[in-house]
């Protein structure tokens, strides 16, 4: 019995066993199913990865681990005619940011916001505007760090991945408003120009010239830029240098002026509306050119804000103007020496001519007045320039007729502009018949020569042309065409590139004839009916020169001028010139001054040239004595 129930219970085990290797090998083959499936999707993955997209990640990887990064090239220096520098660069840090290295975009910018003490949706709104560069790219935040905001910065770099401090040299003018005209400055340059195939190889973010030299001399300045080849991790930061160009500075430029010099100029306009120039008449150079108001170069490093910028645009003062270059103006009596060669040389009068000014010209029904009121007498070629008297000038006006007075004044650079380097040149007014015809369509008048014949009228030169043209009066007939450069480092030599004059013309005049008007010239300051007798202090200067009153408003025949100068407002008060050269006898350097609304060309304009030709002199002494 007992062997009856071992055997039964042997017999089931057996059975139980079978029924599980049935369903283990069922749960085998669905778990060896499952795994090849497994590995058939790995091996399919692997070959899009690796096949199809493998050129892919691999660049992308590369790019994660090698970064080029630029280097941008020093601008050129700019020195004056005995090589102080004017213009250098300084270190400049700016904040940027990778975004591809930023794990936390909005944390990151609120704690840059922090440190920068900006608010945070200045930054956003950059990167906003940057969303379609590649992330891999630095998006500059902020520009010229200063050295608070770039020691906090600098002291959490390790907490910031992806934040770069940008080292990139920045313009800095040591003499910031002086010669500002004439140097210039940069601004940022623009998407259209990036474009144009003139800014060819220029990156987003750098700086251009816009004015002055900085602006006529872009391609010498500007330099080549570097870049090199580095290896980041995993936070940005740089592991080790793999390759580098290094940039190609811009080439340094010396200047003709003096620094010196165009201070003293700067300081004789301080607080006038007006310019000076001043030129060595033997080649041209300009020695000093100023403008005032000026303006402050700095600014445009550091950028405006919208307020800054309307302010200084709607200024009534308009500082931005290049009054020496860009400004005209009716040139009054400095105008007479020409009109005075003229008639010489066409004969309407001689060196013996003489007319008599009793205070005014009668001309169809109306007295054209003199400025002295009581009449100079009779009063030859030689004299009527030294007491300035405009009925002499009337009467050559009327016997010369406008375009024989229009072809001498544009032969001595007059009514064109003088070919100058620097953008935003005036070209001037010198009117012709033909011109007012095309202009107005009305016909001459030949009242209207009279008012031409004293340099009113349509009459409009700039300072710089009648520095021109008072130097070919100086030299016996040499136009000489300006300029601003005197060398240019680093030619194809290795060497430098040497700027002289360039002789536009030579004016062909009796000798005798030039002979007087020089000696006139000289009689204006030395002689003691000279209308600068007074004004011009230091006789031992040796000035020639020209007093000039440029009529703003034109008053009736019966206002007294000299109480209407005195209670008119300032805007209403005439402009004020006087150009001269000196010594007289061996002109070295000629100045021009004209100082808007100054009133009288004696008393505004004289001595500014005097103070500027004092200094002048005074610095040729001590290179001497050196």
Known sequence: MAEKRKRKSTLQILKFSDNESSLFGRQYLLLTAVLVLVLLVYVLRLWHLQILEGPRYRYQSENNRIRLEDIPAPRGIIFDRNGIPLVENRPAYHLELIREDVADLEETVQRLARLCERDPQEFLDILESNRHRPRFKPVRLLADLDRDILARVEAHRVRLPGVVLQLEPKREYRWNGVAAHLIGYLSEITEQELSSPQFEGYHPGEDIGRYGVERAYQRYLHGRRGGRQVEVDALGRRMRLLEEVLPIPGRNIWLTIDIELQKAAE??????????????????????????????????????????????????????????????????????????????????????????????????????????????????????????????????????????????????????????????????????????????????????????????????TTPLQMALSYSALANGGKVWQPYVVRRIEGGGTGGADEMRGNLKRKVHMDPRHLDMVRSGLKGVVHEDRGTAHRAVKDKSLSIAGKTGTALVVRLPDNVNRKLHAREAKRRERDHAWFVGYAPADDPQITVVAMVEHGGHGSSAAAPRVEQVMAAHFKGVSREEDS
């Not at 302010?311 to 040139?331: Q, T």
């Open 267 to 460: 300081e004789a306009l301080k607080g006038e509306t007006g310019s000076i120039v001043a030129m060595d008449p033997r080649d041209g150079a300009i020695l000093a050119l100023a403008s005032s108001p000026t303006f402050d170069q700095e600014n445009f490093i550091r950028g405006f804000t919208r307020e800054e910028w309307r302010s200084l645009s709607n200024d009534p003062g308009r500082p931005l103007l290049n009054r020496a270059i860009g400004a005209a103006y009716p040139p009054g009596s400095v105008y007479k020496p020409f009109l005075l060669l003229a008639g010489l040389n066409e004969g309407v009068i001689s060196l013996d001519t003489k007319f008599n000014c009793p205070g005014f010209y009668f001309f169809a029904n109306r007295r054209y007045r003199c400025w002295r009121d009581q009449g100079h007498g009779n009063l030859d070629a030689e004299s009527s320039l030294v007491q300035s008297c405009n009925v002499f000038y009337y009467q050559t006006g009327m016997r010369l007729g406008v375009d024989r007075i229009a072809h001498y004044s544009k032969l001595f650079g007059m009514g064109t502009a003088t070919g100058i380097s620097l953008h935003g040149e005036h070209p001037g007014l010198i009117p012709t018949a033909d011109w007012k015809r095309r202009a107005t369509g009305v016909p001459w008048q030949r009242g209207e020569t009279l008012s031409v014949s004293i340099g009113q009228g349509f009459n409009l």
